[in-house]
């Protein structure tokens, strides 16, 4: 079973950046898929971005240009780089991983979640 441990969340002011990190064990996870979500306080999860085993990569709307993910296989994480934040991007930040190369709606694993503040 793969754990995923996530890091770098904190308090940032607007326009301020963070870089999150998403750690594996228990496992390699470097022909999975794998992402980040976030929940605001009230509102549903929903999708940040995504990169395949083949580092091919997706972002929601609000992360475009803003947002960059990428990951290292050798050392089994996966970051967010987080640029221009807003308060809107106050939220839980989750690191996701799939069982499998390509993940679009299914994902097998999930972190615990890093908190995610930004000041106006």
């Known amino acids: 079973q793969v754990q995923l441990v996530e890091s770098g969340g904190g308090l940032v002011q607007a326009g301020g950046s963070l870089r999150l990190s998403c750690a594996a064990s228990?496992?390699?996870?470097?022909?999975?898929?794998m992402g980040w979500f976030r929940q605001a306080s009230g509102k549903q999860r929903e999708l940040v971005a995504r990169?395949?085993?083949?580092?091919?990569?997706y972002y929601a709307d609000f992360a475009k240009g803003r947002f960059i993910i990428s990951r290292d296989n050798a050392k089994n994480t996966v970051t967010l780089q987080m640029n221009n934040l807003k308060p809107e991007d106050t939220a839980v930040y989750y690191c996701?991983?799939?069982?499998?190369?390509?993940?679009?709606?299914?994902?097998?694993?999930w972190g615990q979640g890093t908190q995610v503040t930004v000041s106006s």
């Open positions: 228990r496992g390699t996870v470097s022909s999975s898929a």
């Open positions: 990169i395949s085993s083949g580092r091919s990569t």
């Open positions: 996701v991983a799939s069982k499998y190369g390509v993940a679009v709606n299914s994902w097998d694993y």
